[in-house]
């Protein structure tokens, strides 16, 4: 019950900072000398008739406070508008964010499953071979920019034929059996994943190698290997709960991180994903695709870190004792 009052109080203060988000965004992108309308007005096969509604829609004769106005309470009802090829810009998020969705889970599940436990070994091992090695790759694995590391892979799919080097399924998918069509996906999720996964890694390992090296000389933990207690005890019951909770929260920003990472990688693979859906609207001056697309974003960032507080109620009893 105390969880459900927190997870309301939560979503009511995360009102005003999408208000602000939007605010933001919208006053930085119609200050621009862009027309909002320009690339639907050039292409042929959008009616005049909805070039009119879009620019009633918006109110593009109206003080831009007006504008704001107007934008918000058809974002409010769902009406997105249209993208400048027609299309309804709701379909096109619809079509994206599970794509997003899957990729990034996948990668923060890849990451954590691997990067904690190296991380609690490195540090148990600190200054052994194995956690200079480990260090070692770490930071290339953080120096590598995802975009050049992408562009690497891309050239070596196309050189080898291993991998699929666009989209998320193959042109035959629909007739695959369902292990057929799960077996496609995820050979199309190989290389924007391994992009991700690898940067990713190699923050976190570092993140929880440092925890722990921290936890492990503290007091508590000293006084504990001083009573007899056995090494396994002492690193996965005293000092691995308290390492694990910044850990948490910055499961929270993972999302929106790896969103605008992904923006990139998702453009070289052809993966059709939210972030490559945002790059390309802006090189297009899709304003309104644009901003549905930035407001997807926010509302991601905020879900990831009420999942990052929820965690940390249920795992620390003093943040719960706290509420």
């Given amino acids: 019950m105390e969880i459900i009052k927190y997870i309301i109080k939560r979503i009511i203060q995360t009102i005003p900072l999408l208000i602000l988000v939007s605010l933001i965004s919208f006053f930085i992108i119609r200050l621009s000398p862009v027309d909002p309308l320009a690339e639907l007005k050039l292409n042929p096969s959008v009616s005049p008739e909805t070039v009119e509604k879009e620019r009633s829609r918006l109110g593009l004769d109206k003080p831009i406070i007006v504008q704001y106005g107007k934008w918000a309470f058809s974002f409010i009802k ?16 619809k079509e994206r964010i599970p794509n997003t969705l899957l990729l990034t889970s996948l990668v923060i599940f890849l990451t954590w499953i691997v990067g904690i436990p190296l991380g609690i070994l490195s540090a148990v091992k600190w200054k052994t071979s194995f956690d200079r090695i480990l260090t070692i790759l770490t930071s290339i694995g953080m120096a590598i920019p995802s975009f050049f590391f992408a562009v690497l892979l891309l050239l070596f799919a196309v050189k080898t034929g291993w991998f699929p080097i666009g989209g998320l399924t193959s042109p035959n998918y629909q007739e695959l059996s369902f292990w057929g069509k799960f077996f496609d996906m995820l050979h199309h999720l190989v290389l924007p994943v391994t992009v991700l996964f690898t940067i990713s890694l190699a923050g976190l390992q570092r993140q929880m190698r440092g925890n722990m090296l921290d936890v492990l000389d503290s007091d508590y933990i000293k006084f504990a290997r001083a009573k007899g207690l056995g090494e396994n005890v002492v690193i996965f019951k005293h000092a691995l709960r308290n390492a694990l909770n910044p850990m948490i929260t910055l499961l929270g920003f993972e999302f929106a991180g790896l969103l605008s990472g992904a923006a990139l990688t998702e453009y070289v693979f052809q993966y059709p994903g939210l972030g490559r859906l945002i790059l390309e609207a802006v090189m297009k001056s899709d304003i309104n695709l644009v901003m549905a697309s930035l407001m997807m974003g926010a509302v ?7 999942i990052a507080d929820i965690l940390l109620i249920i795992t620390d009893p003093r943040i719960r004792g706290a509420q």
Avoid: A, H, P
């Fill in 300 to 306: 991601m960032l905020i879900l990831g870190n009420l």
């Fill in 78 to 93: 769902g009406d997105l508008g249209v993208t400048s090829t027609g299309e309804r810009v709701s379909q096109k998020l």
